[in-house]
């Protein structure tokens, strides 16, 4: 169970429309993530789900029953925020416990559920700690505990890595993916996060000011992405954007060369430009090479063990097939 | 060497304002001492020597004094229920959107500022008079019988009365606590299925045990000294007389000033042993 489906939903908070009519319909066990920029309504889109903000008009349905009009208890969601929201003054057995106890389930099956719970997530030894006393990480585990024992028929998550260093967001992001493959629950994510997204995600959902962009696999973003927009928000880092002559030459407005998809050579090539910073990461460096004349700076992706110094000439050959085109609104051309 | 120099240096600093508030506390506090054991009658002989513990065993013998410490026990526990219970109930209020809010926020805090002595007698002459008060015009008008407040049942209208001067201070305070709330989680456990009431017990509530604690210890303090309502109504009359108010009878009425101090020192110990229940009861909230 588990398939949501969006109708025309629209939601506006006083004069301002933050989502404009949206359809989008999520399938049973997908892992289906929200990604944008911040302010483009992804988390007012969760909580429109999750029935903790009501929509202007529109329906939402929840396994093809309408629940428009439902209140949060009643959808069989559950949410993991970004604070993780745990109750402070209850333990961890409490906190993972509370949802239960409100459906008056009997204590036998609430502590069998608590300890199956607190074993997957490793906080056997934490159960009677309060939340104060856990590190960031832990903390997360419980609201994701609390959120796993009403066995809802979706998980709803608001950016629940982002109060977590980085060591810890690449552990949890793939406890998270595990724990998706174990439940096969449907799982809606919201992040501004491009590299959670593509790394999690079965479906990505791109939104800018309400708008949905595009929805695809990570793949096919990275591919195909449908507009200049999706083009270079997807991809790390971003993809270098051309306008003007050297564009009209492809007959397109603007064209699009991932960094990846440029190679260097010493000999004279279609592009050349100055080496600024490089950026070295060991397994690759990100070189910024100006004065291409084609934009103010374009990234190239090559190998570690490239050796270019500031200042170096460098020449440059966009992989002519991995070439994206887009006309002047914006849209992909093919 | 700097920190021994420094931690030397600012002892020598703090100490005048230490040696202040020692010698501020201790002079009466001492004072107290002396004459509880003295027979000391100032418009009848002044100092008449010792009398050892025949002060104290006056004080509690005399047939005023459990009266006295029932009546300031029921005054100071009927306030703070009355507070707390008001408080917290006009904070959720006050934490709502609503319209004229400034307002409404400023009208609440307003009993605050008057003086105890003043909002006594406005009690007793504008609501509490059985003839011309407005309490009386209202149970007239639902055709009942006006009460006399002060007489037949003094003790509630005192309470009362002291009630109204520290609910905004309560109000106050647990505002406050609720607006720190973090509205995540009340939505988390709305999407867990708490209704209304239910989030207000387990969420709201322990949220707001530590400022109920402050409230409750704050206006202990103030509250088992409570005299300018009792002296501006009944006059310690009716079973009203606290314990503050009977030392005060012993002292300026009686003109025995040992026999106050006796009941000064009984003050004393009365608060230590309601303080001694109070952290008992609800200290463990202060721990973080």
Avoid at chain 1, 53 to 72: F, H
Avoid at chain 2, 29 to 41: D, E, G, Q, V
């Amino acid at each position: 169970m588990g398939r949501i489906t969006l109708e025309k939903v629209t939601k506006s908070f006083g004069n301002v429309e933050v989502i404009p009519p949206l359809d989008l319909t999520i399938e049973e066990g997908e892992f289906t993530v929200f990604v944008g920029p911040s302010g483009c309504g992804k988390s007012t889109l969760l909580r429109l789900i999750a029935g903790l903000e009501d929509v202007s008009s529109g329906a939402i349905s929840i396994d093809d029953q309408n629940a428009t009009e439902l209140p949060p208890a009643k959808r069989g969601l559950a949410m993991v925020f970004q604070s993780y929201a745990l109750y402070p003054h209850m333990s961890v057995r409490k906190n993972i416990a509370f949802p239960l106890k409100m459906i008056k389930m009997d204590q036998a099956e609430i502590d069998r559920r608590v300890e199956g719970a607190a074993s997957v997530l490793n906080l056997t030894d934490y159960l009677d700690r309060r939340p104060g006393q856990l590190s960031g990480g832990q903390r997360q585990r419980v609201a994701i505990g609390r959120a796993i024992v009403r066995e809802p028929s979706a998980f709803l998550f608001d950016e629940p890595l982002s109060n977590l260093d980085a060591a810890l967001r690449v552990g949890m992001r793939l406890e998270i993916s595990e724990l998706h493959e174990r439940l096969k629950t449907t799982m809606i994510y919201v992040t501004h996060d491009q590299v959670e997204a593509m790394t999690m995600a079965d479906k990505i959902v791109v939104l800018r000011a309400g708008h949905i962009e595009q929805v695809g696999s990570p793949l096919e973003l990275y591919h195909r992405p449908r507009n200049k927009f999706v083009a270079g928000f997807i991809g790390s880092p971003t993809m270098n954007l051309i306008e003007g002559a050297e564009a009209a030459k492809y007959g397109a407005a603007t064209i699009g060369i991932r960094p990846e998809h440029i190679d260097i050579s010493e000999t004279e090539t279609k592009w050349k430009g100055v080496v600024g910073v490089s950026e070295h990461l060991g397994s690759d460096t990100f070189l910024h090479v100006h004065e291409t004349g084609l934009t103010e700076m374009m990234t190239v992706r090559v190998t570690g063990d490239v050796n270019l110094k500031h200042g170096d000439t460098v020449h440059l050959s966009p992989r002519e097939d991995l070439i994206h085109k887009f006309d002047a609104q914006g849209l992909r051309v093919d | 060497m700097a920190t021994q120099h420094s931690r030397s240096a600012a002892r020598m600093m703090m100490a005048p304002a230490v040696v202040l508030l020692l010698g501020w506390m201790l002079v009466p506090l001492i004072m107290t001492l002396y004459f509880s054991f003295k027979k000391y009658l100032p418009l009848r002989g002044g100092d008449l020597g010792w009398i050892g513990f025949d002060n104290y065993v006056r004080f509690v013998s005399s047939s005023a004094f459990w009266p006295s410490v029932s009546a300031t026990l029921i005054i100071v526990g009927g306030v703070l229920t009355i507070t707390v219970v008001l408080g917290v109930l006009l904070a959720l209020m006050l934490d709502q959107p609503i319209w004229g809010q400034g307002i409404v926020r400023i009208l609440v805090i307003a009993p605050f500022f008057v003086m105890p002595t003043v909002s006594a007698l406005v009690w007793k002459n504008m609501f509490m008079d059985p003839v011309n008060g407005l309490f009386a015009h209202l149970w007239k008008f639902f055709g009942a019988e006006p009460i006399a407040w002060l007489t037949e049942v003094p003790l509630s209208s005192i309470v009362m009365i002291v009630s109204w001067q520290w609910l905004p201070f309560a109000t106050l305070i647990l505002l406050t606590a609720i607006q720190s709330l973090d509205s995540e989680q009340i939505e988390a456990a709305e999407m867990d299925g708490a209704p209304i009431i239910k989030r207000f017990w387990f969420i709201v509530l322990p949220h707001l045990g530590r400022a109920i604690t402050v409230v409750v210890l704050i206006q202990t303090i103030f509250l088992l000294s409570v005299f300018a309502e009792i002296f501006v109504t009944t006059q310690g009359a009716f079973g009203t007389k606290t314990l503050s108010y009977l030392i005060y009878q012993r002292v300026l009425e009686s003109q025995n000033v040992g026999l106050g101090s006796a009941g000064g020192v009984y003050a004393i110990i009365l608060a230590n042993i309601v303080a001694i229940f109070l952290m008992r009861m609800v200290g463990k909230n202060l721990d973080a």
